[in-house]
């Protein structure tokens, strides 16, 4: 990243500390963050590029940048259960992600829920008959 390129994250940080705080309009800050994804989008393409351009000579930075894209992070941290509870087995975060998700999208629609063993024998378009609304969504969560 160049001078530019920080300066422009830096000021659409700011453009977002200012619109929470009332001081900088919506679309102003749009606006700012258009310009800088627009600016980081370019820079990254560009880097690519010049990796890929000069893999015959310098092979070793091409196959360090290859390997850091091809590392994903798998892992979902720890969640609290709403009792307080911390939970950290895999299926016990399956359940607590799946109470929370079914209190939104299904407490309107149904009356029961599936436990995550029996969700794979539901099959896909189980919820397909259920009105969502964006409102009810967002009372929610």
């Known amino acids: 990243m160049n001078k530019e390129l920080l300066g422009k994250v830096k000021h659409k940080k700011e453009a977002y500390r200012g619109w ?19 600016q980081v989008r370019k820079a990254k393409a560009l880097t690519e590029l ?3 351009r000069d893999i ?4 070793k930075s091409f196959y360090r940048y290859v390997n850091d894209k091809r590392k994903t992070r798998q892992n979902v941290g720890p969640l609290w259960k709403e009792m307080g509870d911390l939970v ?19 407490s309107k629609c149904s009356s029961h829920t599936l436990p995550i063993s029996q969700k794979a024998k539901a099959g896909p378009g189980r919820m397909k008959n259920c009105p969502l609304q964006e409102k009810m969504r967002f009372e929610n969560i």
């Not at 359940?95 to 939104?104: A, C, G, R, W, Y």
């Open 88 to 106: 950290t087995q895999d299926m016990e975060n399956a359940e607590v992600l799946n109470d929370f998700f079914t209190s939104i999208f299904t």
């Open 56 to 59: 015959k000579g310098n092979k």
């Open 50 to 52: 010049n990796l890929a």
């Open 20 to 38: 929470k705080q009332g001081q900088v309009a919506w679309e102003e800050y749009r606006e700012t963050v258009r310009a800088a994804r627009d």
